[in-house]
T-cell receptor, first 113, second 112 residues
Framework: AQSVTQLDSHVSVSEGTPVLLRCNYSSSYSPSLFWYVQHPNKGLQLLLKYTSAATLVKGINGFEAEFKKSETSFHLTKPSAHMSDAAEYFCVVSDRGDYKLSFGAGTTVTVRA | NAGVTQTPKFRILKIGQSMTLQCTQDMNHNYMYWYRQDPGMGLKLIYYSVGAGITDKGEVPNGYNVSRSTTEDFPLRLELAAPSQTSVYFC???????????FGPGTRLLVL
């Protein structure tokens, strides 16, 4: 069975400082891992995904994530936060051979001017 | 190319009423999904479909039904609305479960 734990429900950063969103996962097989972003009153948009290629994955808008199998983690980072990064972020896992995704509870990012 | 579309955007239902949430995708994806999103709870899978004529239950199927008569459409039916079904509902589609899911804009449902 697969599951995801997002370790922070809320992260607040100043504009121009780094952002770190932490995600641990549990998976029975080789997982696919995703980060999605949801801006207020909008649907979800893919930021990036890991599907067993390079362990460091680059996504849109300057975000990247590193897959660490030994730590069962897939943390999301961005070197310099922008006001437009204020949103809800979801870490998602899918086991190979499974039809379903499992979503974390989400991390709300606030960016201070 | 519209992607995934959902109607209506917002609806208020009285307890016991029924309604259908519509979802259509134009990307020829086999996999389609219905989720509900409650505050602070992430997304929970209600039902999913792996192709026309094939559907299966997700984590929270009680009180809902689905059908998939075509590749494009995946409607979600609420038969007897209850306050616990107040939520935001998202439809999504993908080529495979390991590929990107494309989400619709959501339907906000309030049951009073």
């Amino acid at each position: 069975a697969q599951s995801v734990t997002q370790l922070d429900s809320h992260v607040s950063v100043s504009e121009g400082t780094p952002v770190l969103l932490r995600c641990n996962y549990s998976s029975s097989y080789s997982p696919s891992l995703f980060w999605y972003v949801q801006h207020p009153n909008k649907g979800l948009q893919l930021l990036l995904k890991y599907t067993s290629a390079a362990t460091l994955v680059k996504g849109i808008n300057g975000f990247e994530a590193e897959f660490k199998k030994s730590e069962t983690s897939f943390h999301l980072t961005k070197p310099s936060a922008h006001m437009s990064d204020a949103a809800e972020y979801f870490c998602v896992v899918s086991d190979r051979g499974d039809y379903k995704l499992s979503f974390g509870a989400g991390t709300t990012v606030t960016v201070r001017a | 190319n519209a992607g995934v579309t959902q109607t209506p955007k917002f609806r208020i239902l009285k307890i016991g009423q029924s309604m259908t949430l519509q979802c259509t995708q134009d990307m020829n994806h086999n996999y389609m999904y219905w989720y509900r999103q409650d505050p602070g709870m992430g997304l929970k899978l209600i039902y999913y479909s792996v192709g026309a004529g094939i559907t299966d239950k997700g984590e929270v199927p009680n009180g809902y039904n689905v059908s998939r008569s075509t590749t494009e459409d995946f409607p979600l039916r609420l038969e007897l609305a209850a306050p616990s079904q107040t939520s935001v509902y998202f439809c999504a589609s993908s080529w495979t479960p390991q590929e990107t899911q494309y989400f619709g804009p959501g339907t906000r449902l309030l049951v009073l």
